[in-house]
């Protein structure tokens, strides 16, 4: 299977087409996943549509290597986790994909990086080895070619005299939660044209805010309409975005699914809340089909919300504001 074609998938069809092909070599070599479905399905030649197919358990990424027999490891990509707990481990095959994925899903949401000065304020995700996102906006910064763009770690003074100089340059800011509200508490921006992309999480720094509370703060600080999101975690390759009011949008090789928390079988239909589950056709060599331990409710145009999480679930990285 060629996995280009996969990056140009235009309708639902070729979505199911490639999610059945994808389901059934993955069944045939990753072990991890066989035994999974085999304790769920009788007959996996029944399935004819992607809603169907089983769903692995992020958890799994904690405890198994979860990778087709017939892939070798280039990279390892790890979680941040909390103190004492495990981390997933998601084993990268290819990272042309994983490369391929998240540039043009760039290039759909936002254009070419070259338009734009790339600033990255992850410290904590820098402190961490093995970071996907770290990984991603690097390559994002090499793409913009522009000298301007770069990390910043704890240095809060320089990135906002940073700011201040390109005020009226096309900027991106991919921005940790915790360092985002860091700065609007110090500090007071006019940045009307800045896109501020939260990647989620206080990282155990801050007490978790409601998505709504957290976007008026910053709009009112940096002085700007709207917060931008990114919906995205170690285990996949694919990520969601979101321009506005937490309503994110996936990318055509990436579908989300609301599955019933009392029945994980039973996928919801619209604006009814529960568990959100991932098909990400980029992760071909380790597992496309991931029940989330994230809370969350679709809109009937095919975007969806994040609500917050499973009590039980660890505190991570990515998108989980309870609202």
């Known amino acids: ?33 066989q035994e999974f479905v085999d304790f ?21 990424f904690k405890i198994h290597k979860v990778l087709c027999t017939n892939s070798e490891t280039e990279k390892i990509f790890t979680s941040s986790g909390t103190t004492g707990s495990k ?11 994983y490369e391929q994925s998240f540039s043009t899903c760039f290039k759909l949401f936002y254009g070419d990086p070259e338009q734009y000065i790339i600033l990255a304020l992850l410290p904590s995700y820098l402190e961490q080895k093995g970071s996907s996102l770290i990984y991603m906006v690097e390559k ?44 609007a508490e110090n500090f007071e921006l006019e940045m009307a044209d800045l896109i501020i992309l939260e990647t989620g999480g206080m990282k155990g720094r801050r007490k978790e805010l409601i998505r709504e509370d957290l976007h008026k703060i910053l709009c009112n600080k940096f002085h700007v309409q709207n917060i931008h999101s990114e919906y995205g975690m ?5 990520q969601a975005y979101s321009k506005e ?7 055509p090789w990436m ?13 919801l239909g619209s604006e009814i809340s529960g568990g959100i589950n991932v098909i990400d056709l980029a992760n071909m060599h ?28 660890d505190i991570r990285g990515c998108n989980l504001l309870v609202e």
């Open 140 to 183: 994002l910064i090499e793409q913009s070619k522009n000298k301007d763009s770069g990390f910043y770690l704890n240095n809060y003074d320089e990135l906002v005299e940073k700011l201040k100089v390109l005020r009226y340059k096309k900027i991106i800011l991919f921005g940790v939660t915790y360092a985002l509200l860091d700065i």
């Open 234 to 238: 170690t285990e996949l390759l694919s």
């Open 286 to 313: 380790s597992c496309s089909f991931i029940a989330t331990q994230d809370l969350g409710k679709m809109k009937p145009n095919g975007t969806f919300e994040v609500l917050g999480r499973f009590d039980e679930s």
């Open 1 to 33: 299977m060629q996995i280009k074609r996969i990056f140009d998938i235009k309708t639902d069809a070729e979505f199911n087409d490639f999610a059945i092909k994808i389901f059934h070599f993955q069944y045939s070599n990753n072990p991890v996943y």
């Open 245 to 251: 009011k937490g309503i994110f949008k996936t990318p």
């Open 40 to 60: 769920h399905l009788s007959n996996i030649n029944r399935i004819d549509h992607y809603s169907q197919i089983p769903f692995l358990p992020i958890e799994f």
């Open 255 to 267: 579908k989300i699914l609301i599955r019933d928390t009392n029945d994980p079988k039973t996928i």
């Open 87 to 97: 981390v997933s481990r998601h084993y990268i095959s290819n990272l042309n994909i």
